[in-house]
């Protein structure tokens, strides 16, 4: 047999892992910070009609600028943009693949505070980018001073705040931000995937004007209730847009998926109406596991960072067997939650409190 030894893979990929959360068929599956509410009926119900027009059209290529759905995009995020200014792509994650194609690369890299979103890692190497892991304080919360040090030290080409962060819950300042931009000549990601979690900061995108190297990107995968889609998306300067048009696959996205996204922004109001029952369930499990004795970190996000696990791998595998999946993400002590609907969040909190202290 084969094994991936034998074959002449590029050097920076070897000993690599691929991206791989369990996909198990568990009643409660809260480890990869989607929305687990299903999309309201009757927008499915557009969204299908809206896939039924388009499908009869898919004998050619889709919009290659896909016009319909950047206006649409740029209605919802709002603050002024212009139909240039926006991008899409596959997720988020192809978004931030297409960002490091154009201006990362080869004897260049990339930074970020750590621990941090684990994808940024595997991006870079997979564009053979250099990856610059900056620790942040305790507690992780980033500040203007220290973000700033680190960038002017490092200089990277390209660098990316996670806000909130991902697997933390850290949300992220204006001043970091502003701080950041600053201290450095490179192009400067803020990394939105949870924003309208954290409806106590306005979006970074207010900061975009006459900030040409600030890039915004947000995802149609955790509170819009579309991961399944796989929509993400960037508000920049037209000029990065320019750029990033340089590295995409032409027709990069379907028809059937500009048709869907499309449809579902026009119901932007009824897809996000399911964010407040999300906060307050975090809420709630962040009370519970407080009360249990272990440590809650404060989040923005749909999801906690829990501390005070005696052995995390085991109280993974305990709830795995209760058909609960949670995220072990190797950070000793600690697992990440996602708050679910308040009947998954109930079972998570009677399972952990039936473990026992520290998770045993
Ligand atoms: N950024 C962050 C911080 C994330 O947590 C995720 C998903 N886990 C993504 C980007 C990518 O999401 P998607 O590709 O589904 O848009």
């Keep these: 047999m084969t094994s991936l030894s034998d074959l002449p893979l590029r050097d920076n990929l070897v000993g690599q892992e691929p991206y791989g959360a369990p996909q198990d068929a ?9 929305n687990t509410h299903p999309i309201p009926e009757h927008v499915a119900i557009d969204i299908v009609q809206s896939l039924a ?18 206006s649409s995009l740029a209605g919802y995020l709002g603050h002024g943009l212009s139909v240039e200014q926006l991008w ?17 690369g080869p004897g260049r890299s990339l930074l970020s505070f750590t621990p941090t979103y684990s994808m ?16 942040r304080p305790a507690e992780y919360a980033l500040t203007p001073e220290g973000v700033a040090e680190a960038l002017r030290e490092h200089q990277p080409d390209v660098a990316i705040l996670c806000g909130p962060n991902n697997p933390t819950g850290t949300s992220l300042d204006r001043e970091v931000i502003l701080a950041a931009y600053d201290a450095f000549d490179g192009m400067l990601v803020v ?70 996204a499309t449809a579902a922004i026009r119901h932007a109001d009824a897809m996000l109406a399911t964010v407040a029952d999300i906060s307050a369930q975090r809420d709630r499990l962040a009370d519970a596991l407080t009360a249990l004795g272990y440590v809650v970190h404060p989040s923005g996000a749909n999801f906690l960072l829990v501390g005070g696990f005696t052995d995390p791998s085991a109280t993974f595998e305990a709830l795995r067997a209760r058909g609960i999946l949670i995220r072990n993400l190797s950070i000793p002590g600690h697992l990440r939650i996602t708050a679910g609907t308040k009947a998954e969040t109930s079972a998570v909190i009677e399972a952990i409190t039936a473990l026992g202290p520290g998770g045993a």
Excluded: C
């Design 191 to 260: 990394d939105e995937a949870y924003h309208e979690f954290d409806t106590e900061r306005e979006s970074a995108v207010s900061l975009l004007p006459g900030r040409h190297r600030l890039l915004v990107s947000r995802t149609m995968s955790k509170a819009f209730a579309f991961a399944g889609v796989r929509l993400g998306y960037l508000a920049a300067d037209a000029a990065v847009v320019d750029a990033l048009r340089l590295v995409r696959l032409p027709y990069h996205l379907s028809a059937l998926t500009q048709a869907a």
């Design 88 to 104: 899409a792509a596959n997720g988020s994650n192809e978004v931030l693949q297409q960002v490091l194609q154009a201006f990362a």
């Design 53 to 70: 027009r388009a499908v009869t059209g898919v004998n050619r290529y889709p919009d290659r600028e896909f016009t319909e759905l950047r």
């Design 26 to 34: 568990v009643p409660v599956s809260l480890n990869v910070n989607e």
């Design 120 to 135: 940024y890692p595997l991006l870079a190497s997979g564009t053979d980018t250099e990856w610059i892991a900056v620790e």
